[in-house]
């Protein structure tokens, strides 16, 4: 596994490793608790070192989950975790990235990853009630404070990153990329080169869809979260599965699985591009990393780029509640 720069000079693993679904919103662990935290320590022993969880995923289960498992080599590892939410009895209440409650986030995140130190700490969702500036002061301070190393921001538009970096600079933007979610490559992107901030895609495989493995009739269960996704609606995934059938002809052209190809399409997109897929399968997580050997042509990459032009996508990524939440 080879690396890559974020901004600021970070340096990770050039696949990181989306530890959410280990938690929560994809039905039933095909193992218990040990097991997960032994495919968390192959991820590391693989290579794949760039870690991401969140206080909310749980919540804070994922980071307990995610403390335990780097505890005896915590020196291998980065590890990304996100404030941004508040709670009443296990139940987030909506945003809140008040000064003090980033300072609540950040000290029950260091005690739950059992970590000195943050390594990378994003704002999980923009508070419109919050000015960025105020955020961006007050992860500097626990920056200064040695209690975060770096600083992050997920779902934020061009504008609100560029003002946050005036404050304190932001070493990775977080948002939705894939083949099918190209929406950061007309503002974000852009805005991430020109300032030196690295951009790190989650759900790059498409909350699965473009591994090839969910057919056209699929069901979720209610507590899934791609039971609520519009693109995942019955009419939505039929018209949906031309860009995966394409994506799946492609691979079997090169010997690689649809996985690989859309990894391999995001990492050719730029160098400070790191996608962080999650799985909960040793085997998925060999063939994630297997995509940093695929080399896609020239022409390979051309055809992907114009595919959504060509097929279209069914469907939005949220509902409208999840919608009106980011920032792009």
Avoid at 14 to 42: H, K, T, W
Avoid at 275 to 281: E, K, N, S
Avoid at 303 to 326: C, T
């Amino acid at each position: 596994m080879h690396t890559r720069k974020l901004g600021q000079g970070l340096e990770v693993s050039a696949i990181g490793f989306g530890a959410m679904g280990m938690s929560q919103s994809y039905g039933p662990n095909p193992g218990d608790r040990e097991d997960m935290i032994g495919v968390l320590r192959y991820a590391v022993e693989q290579g794949v070192t760039f870690i991401d969880t969140a206080e909310v995923y749980g919540p804070y289960d994922n980071e307990e989950l995610v403390g335990d498992a780097i505890a005896p080599i915590r020196d291998h590892v980065t590890v990304a975790t996100k404030f941004g939410f508040t709670f009443v009895d296990g139940r987030s209440q909506g945003v809140d990235s008040r000064p003090e409650q980033i300072r609540r986030a950040a000290e029950g995140s260091l005690r739950r990853l059992g970590v000195d130190s943050i390594d990378l700490l994003y704002q999980h969702r923009v508070d419109p009630n919050v000015p960025i500036e105020d955020v961006a002061g007050t992860v500097g301070d626990l920056i200064t404070e040695g209690k975060v190393k770096h600083f992050g921001l997920s779902e934020a538009s061009a504008t609100t990153i560029r003002r946050a970096h005036a404050v304190t600079a932001v070493t990775a933007v977080q948002s939705e990329y894939s083949l099918w979610t190209r929406d950061p490559e007309s503002e974000v992107l852009p805005a991430c080169l020109q300032l030196g901030i690295g951009f790190v895609p989650f759900s790059p495989l498409g909350k699965g869809f473009l591994t090839g493995t969910i057919t056209a009739d699929a069901t979720f269960a209610a507590d899934e979260i791609r039971s609520r996704v519009p693109r995942f609606d019955a009419e939505n995934l039929r018209a949906n599965q031309a860009i995966v059938d394409h994506v799946r002809s492609l691979a079997a052209d090169r010997g690689a699985t649809p996985a690989q190809v859309a990894l391999a399409w995001l990492l050719a997109q730029q160098p400070f591009i790191v996608p962080i897929p999650g799985t909960r399968r040793r085997e998925r997580l060999d063939e994630n990393a297997g995509a940093t050997a695929l080399a896609l042509s020239a022409d390979d990459l051309a055809d992907l780029n114009l595919l959504v032009e060509r097929v279209g996508v069914a469907g939005n990524r949220y509902d409208d509640a999840g919608m009106a939440a980011v920032g792009l």
